[in-house]
């Protein structure tokens, strides 16, 4: 069974406004990146964002390893708790990602934890690389 660690991120120019989500997929014990993905999303708001670029990894992976391990990593306090069970979801959208999520996941192994913005650098980009293209990417 082969772990990795997700970094994942979103954004939103205006929120609402142009938004997408990015994550980073990364062997746990190499350290090697997998990929980095990009999900543009169009109008949205900052948070509907961070969940898309969280569920972009998790169906990657659930696609090209459906037994991994999966440590997600996100400086998204909101998302973290929420798919922690921490925290209550109360807004309808993030209801419907939140159950997309826990779908994807299944039985299979996988925790969250906060970090904060500066150790998140890598997906960040790939969210503002994707709302710069206007487009979805698989790198």
Do not use: C
Not at 5 to 10: F, L, P, R, S, Y
Not at 17 to 36: D, F, H, L, N, T
Not at 42 to 68: F, I, K, R, S
Not at 94 to 99: H, I, K, R, S, Y
């Amino acid at each position: 069974m082969t772990a990795y660690i997700v970094e994942a991120d979103g954004g939103s120019r205006g929120n609402p406004g142009e938004a997408a989500g990015g994550a980073v997929v990364i062997k746990r014990e190499s350290g090697e990146i997998v990929v980095e993905l990009g999900v543009y999303i169009g109008h949205a708001t900052n948070n509907v964002a961070e969940y898309h670029g969280m569920l972009a990894a998790l169906e990657y992976l659930n696609d090209e390893d459906p037994q991994a391990v999966i440590h997600v990593k996100m400086d998204s306090k909101l998302v973290v708790e929420q798919m922690s069970g921490r925290w209550k979801i109360k807004h309808p959208d993030m209801q419907v990602l939140a159950t997309r999520a826990r779908t994807i996941i299944g039985s299979r192994q996988v925790t969250f934890e906060w970090i904060p913005r500066e150790q998140n650098s890598r997906a960040d980009a790939a969210a503002n690389k994707s709302m710069d293209l206007r487009a979805s990417f698989r790198a």
